[in-house]
């Protein structure tokens, strides 16, 4: 089992920045991608961002692309996400995924294990 758990959401006025971070742990065996995914309410789960396991592959959904950077440290098995100029439309729940591949999934069912989510909200 592998397990994700999430921080950094919280409350940020419009313009401001937040850093997600999400800590992996458990059987992590084998070369892996990280995502993240956003859910606002009454929106379907979507794909923000994912990198690949050496860290030099990124991909990003066209709405955050040259806001939002993703990274990776692998030696702490963590993922992070900057997010910069954030806007009310960004607030939602944020979740990091995990899926073994050497790939950039970009699909809710390309990833093997997912972390509880962090909320962020943006104020106008």
């Known amino acids: 089992q592998v397990q994700l758990v999430e921080s950094g959401g919280g409350l940020v006025q419009a313009g401001g920045s937040l850093r997600l971070s999400c800590a992996a742990s458990g059987r992590i065996f084998s070369s892996y991608a990280m995502g993240w995914f956003r859910q606002a309410p009454g929106k379907e789960r979507e794909f923000v961002a994912v990198?690949?396991?050496?860290?030099?592959?990124?991909y990003y959904a066209g709405s955050v692309k040259g806001r939002f950077t993703i990274s990776r440290h692998n030696g702490a098995n963590t993922v992070y996400l900057q997010m910069s100029s954030l806007k009310p439309e960004h607030s939602a729940v944020y979740y990091c995924?995990?899926?073994?591949?050497?790939?950039?999934?970009?699909?809710?069912?390309?990833?093997?294990?997912w972390g509880q989510g962090t909320q962020v909200t943006v104020s106008s």
């Open positions: 990198i690949g396991w050496s860290g030099g592959s990124t």
């Open positions: 995924a995990l899926g073994f591949t050497v790939g950039l999934p970009k699909g809710m069912n390309e990833y093997h294990y």
